[in-house]
């Protein structure tokens, strides 16, 4: 743990409360001379100090030692892969996607819109994908499409899988060369 980044950034989370160092030492049960030595960055705290303080600031500890946003384009690739989860089973392409993203939501950059578009898209396929061979049953029964054939039930499904995997694939690309993820159709659910 850097000295000076803890120092930094409690200083920064204390007067973003408008916390006082005494109103703090007293919130947190450390001496005022602690949480000077702290800010001044000429001591670090134990374990049990710095959850002390987490807990005072009402953040994670997490948030105070390790703040920084980093890059790291092989877990949003990794991310971006996990909803092929799908092919086993479609909530899989949600629920994977959104615990990774969840896990590290905050901490690595362009994880927040990389996550929320993907998720939203997962939702949306997932939703078009019950729902088109569903359309196409109900039309068949209503004769508006008179010979629903097993083939092309399994066309429509086929399809859905196939954008499904180009749109993961696609972006796993734009990833690699830094640019932004483009996934459509998707409704927003997570904004």
Excluded: C
Aim: aromatic content about 12%.
């Amino acid at each position: 743990m850097n000295k000076n980044h803890l120092a930094i950034r409690l200083k920064e989370l204390r007067n973003q409360r408008g916390i006082s160092q005494e109103a703090l030492a007293e919130e947190s049960g450390l001496s005022l001379r602690t949480i000077q030595r702290i800010e001044n960055g000429s001591t670090n705290p134990t374990g049990d100090s710095l959850k002390r303080l987490a807990n005072a600031l009402g953040v994670n500890p997490d948030e105070l030692i390790d703040w920084s946003i980093k890059e790291d384009k092989k877990y949003l690739i990794f991310l971006n892969l996990s909803a092929l989860t799908f092919l086993f089973f479609p909530l899989l392409g949600i629920l994977v996607p959104f615990i990774l993203w969840t896990s590290k939501k905050g901490k690595i950059k362009n994880i927040n819109k990389l996550g929320r578009d993907l998720i939203n898209f997962e939702i949306t396929w997932t939703i078009l994908l019950f729902f088109i061979p569903f359309l196409l049953f109900l039309l068949s029964k209503i004769r508006m499409l008179e010979s629903l054939s097993l083939k092309m039930f399994f066309t429509a499904i086929g399809l859905m899988y196939l954008i499904n995997v180009f749109y993961i694939l696609f972006n796993m690309l734009r990833i690699s060369n830094e640019k932004d993820v483009m996934y459509y159709p998707q409704i927003k659910f997570l904004r």
